[in-house]
């Protein structure tokens, strides 16, 4: 599956942001998605994810409280509801899928994901 990302941008320390992305291809359905994120000179982190079906999620503990993944299988889309954001959530931020084949559970490493969107850039200020 194809991804993109978008929604990123320059907030202040507080504020909101809500990044989507979009899968190209008719088998969304068997993948579980999640949200990873790389700040300059740090190593890619994990962020979020969910379940094909939505029934299970798993967040960060820097994130959790602030930030709610959700998913659209009609529309092929996953999101990000990034609240109360802080200078230290300044990242590129990535999508990605892993085939599940319809296993309704979800990953939390880089290594078990399969496509990558090609990142969107999440500025906080202080």
């Known amino acids: 599956v194809q991804l993109q990302a978008s929604g990123g941008g320059l907030v202040q320390a507080g504020g909101s942001l809500r990044l989507s992305c979009e899968a190209s291809?008719?088998?969304?359905?068997?993948?579980?998605m999640g949200w990873f994120r790389q700040a300059p000179g740090k190593e890619r982190e994990f962020v979020a994810a969910?379940?094909?079906?939505?029934?299970?999620?798993r967040y960060a503990d820097s994130v959790k409280g602030r930030f709610t993944i959700s998913r659209d299988n009609a529309k092929t889309t996953v999101y990000l509801q990034m609240n109360s954001l802080k200078p230290e959530d300044t990242a590129v931020y990535y999508c990605?899928?892993?085939?599940?084949?319809?296993?309704?559970?979800?990953?939390?490493?880089?290594?078990?994901?399969?496509?990558w969107g090609q990142g969107t850039l999440v500025t906080v200020s202080s």
């Open positions: 990605a899928g892993a085939r599940v084949n319809y296993s309704d559970t979800y990953y939390a490493r880089v290594r078990e994901y399969d496509d």
């Open positions: 291809g008719r088998t969304f359905r068997t993948y579980a």
């Open positions: 969910i379940s094909w079906s939505s029934t299970f999620t």
